[in-house]
Structures are given as structure tokens and as C-alpha cells.
């Protein structure tokens, strides 16, 4: 089953429109960041700290993940005390997920595999969506629902870079943010590749560190990681 191709609908004169393509906003934000922040939080009076912390490090994005039970919660939070904030959910199995993330004020939707209800709500209600792929036949999907830029996940374990390389010269028209196994070590092998704009990144706020309010270390450690990223060649549209 694949995502309905929803038509272009062009206003009428006079009235005022969100946004020309929230889509390509997104990827140039990510294109600029060149790192997604992947949080875990357990305690919303945690969210505004972390929020605050990535900001001081010169990251003021992230992608708050529906893996806690109070996940929305943390999200809103931020969304309402720091709406200058890049600020998505990510982890979003299902349509119910991603409408309480959009009333929540999330500026972008992430999700581990391609569902078709996600991609088509999103779409319809002019939401980014990052929707995880893997596979060729995932990726065409993605294609098809009108989208050139997909989240690759989980891409370490599925053959790391060597992956990435190996698809580039079939999937010519397409980008990715590369998740799943991205760790300090190698994260900034993958921002090397011409068809990776972004990484989704754990590391960079652990959700240890949180319990802990390691609030400190987090500005510290996302300071350092924009630093290396910005030794990097810039990302260019493909």
C-alpha cells in the first residue's frame, strides 16, 4: 500500500499561506544543522533544560521521541516556551501519534518506518514528514508520495556507509538522514556521503546524562559536535 499523491492546491489571491513547501524548509534546516538531536525523556520538567542546553550549544533543533510515557508532554512544553525552537516528534507509529504531535506544536513528524495514514495526514495538513526507509521498494514508496528526502533506518546495522554508496547511483533524486547505530565515532563518516544531509543523533543527549541534569555536559558535548560539523564541507542540495 502506498501514500496518496495529494495534488498541489494553489490559494486564492489575497489569502495567506503557512508556508510554500514546508517540506523543503525542513531539509534545508537539517541541511544547516547537519545533526538531528534524538531525545529520550523520561521527566518533562527535564524538557526545557535539554531544550536550553542544545540551544546554548548552538543547536537549537530536536526531535522528541514518543518512546516515554510522557513523551507529548515534553514535547508541549517546549513547543510553548521556546517556539524559536526546531522542535519535531519522532518515533510516531500511527495517525492518533502524529495529531496529538501536530495540536502539540511539533514542527515536523519522524517515524521508524513508512506508514501510509502518517505520511498522507502530514502531507494533507502541510506537516514535514520524515519517514523511515530502508529497503529499495521502501524507497520508492517514498518517491511515489511525492518525498526526496527520507529518514535511512536503521542504517548501521543494514551496512553503514558502504550502504549509502552502494544506493546512491540507482536513488539519484533523493536525500537522507541517516539514524540507527550513529554514534560518535562515526558520525561524522556518514555527513561525508553527497546523499546524507543530516544525522539523527542519541548520543549527543543521552538520556542518562538527562536523569543525571547533565544539563552542563549536553551544551558542552553538542558545542563540540557542531564544531567538528562545521569543519565539514557544506551540504549541497543534490
Known amino acids: 500500500m502506498t501514500a496518496t499523491i495529494r495534488p498541489t492546491v494553489v490559494p486564492a489571491a489575497g489569502v495567506a499561506r503557512k508556508s510554500a513547501d514546508p517540506q523543503a524548509e525542513m531539509t534545508a534546516k537539517f541541511r544547516a544543522s547537519r545533526l538531528i538531536p534524538v531525545i529520550v525523556i523520561d521527566d518533562p520538567a527535564d524538557a526545557l533544560p535539554v531544550a536550553r542546553a542544545l540551544s546554548d550549544g548552538g543547536l537549537p533543533m530536536a526531535e522528541i521521541t514518543f518512546r516515554t510515557p510522557r513523551a507529548l508532554e515534553s514535547l508541549t512544553r517546549i513547543t ?7 522542535v519535531g516528534a519522532g518515533t510516531v507509529l500511527n495517525n492518533k501519534q502524529a495529531v496529538d504531535a501536530k495540536n502539540a506544536g511539533a514542527k ?15 502531507r494533507g495538513e502541510g ?42 547511483s540507482v536513488f539519484t533524486s533523493v536525500e537522507f538522514t541517516a ?60
Open 179 to 238: 539514524s540507527g547505530g550513529i554514534t560518535r565515532e562515526n558520525y561524522l563518516g556518514y555527513l561525508g556521503l553527497k546523499n546524507v544531509v543530516a544525522a539523527g543523533v542519541l548520543w549527543i543527549v543521552s538520556r542518562d546524562w538527562i536523569a543525571a541534569k547533565e544539563f552542563d555536559r549536553i551544551r558542552d558535548t553538542v558545542a563540540g559536535a557542531v564544531k567538528s560539523v562545521a569543519s565539514l564541507p557544506a551540504a549541497t542540495a543534490g
Open 108 to 122: 515536523f513528524i519522524v517515524s521508524p518506518g513508512f506508514n501510509p495514514a502518517v505520511v498522507d495526514y502530514c
Open 127 to 168: 506537516l514535514p514528514v520524515l519517514p523511515g526507509v530502508l529497503t529499495a521498494s521502501e524507497i520508492e514508496m517514498g518517491l511515489e508520495a511525492g518525498l526526496n528526502l527520507l529518514k535511512i533506518f536503521p542504517i548501521e546495522p543494514a551496512g553503514g556507509v558502504a550502504y549509502l554508496n552502494a544506493i546512491s
Open 80 to 86: 510553548s516556551e521556546l517556539p524559536e525552537m526546531f
